[in-house]
């Protein structure tokens, strides 16, 4: 079965950082564009970072740029978001998608979502 599972959310406080992951089972990520989308309550679902299959081409909303790393160890079939200098802004329910195609990841059309994992940054 295919599968894409979150893991990493939590309670952190201003400030914080936190390491999201993105786990496939069932298939190998390899040859797969990832992205990193968040719903916050009330909100739209926003794209915040995607990457290529390679490794050589990511990308990042405006309001995560320089704080937000999206990285990929195709030997462990996961994928990572390091969030550094949390905001409170930034609590959200966090998911991963992957794609063959890095448009239809990046365009939030894949085929394939995790269930997600909630991040919550409060004092």
């Known amino acids: 079965q295919v599968q894409l599972v979150e893991s990493g959310g939590g309670l952190v406080q201003p400030g914080g950082s936190l390491r999201l992951s993105c786990a496939a089972s069932?298939?190998?990520?390899?040859?797969?564009?990832i992205g990193w989308f968040r719903r916050a309550p009330g909100k739209e679902r926003e794209g915040v970072s995607c990457?290529?299959?390679?490794?050589?081409?990511?990308y990042y909303a405006d309001s995560v740029k320089g704080r937000f790393t999206i990285s990929r160890d195709n030997a462990k079939n996961t994928v990572y978001l390091q969030m550094n200098s949390l905001k409170p802004e930034d609590t959200a329910v966090y998911y991963c998608?992957?794609?063959?195609?890095?448009?239809?990841?990046?365009?939030?059309?894949?085929?394939?979502w995790g269930q997600g994992t909630q991040v919550t940054v409060s004092s």
């Open positions: 990457i290529n299959s390679s490794g050589g081409t990511t």
């Open positions: 998608a992957a794609d063959s195609s890095f448009f239809t990841v990046f365009t939030g059309h894949s085929d394939y």
């Open positions: 069932g298939f190998t990520l390899d040859g797969y564009a």
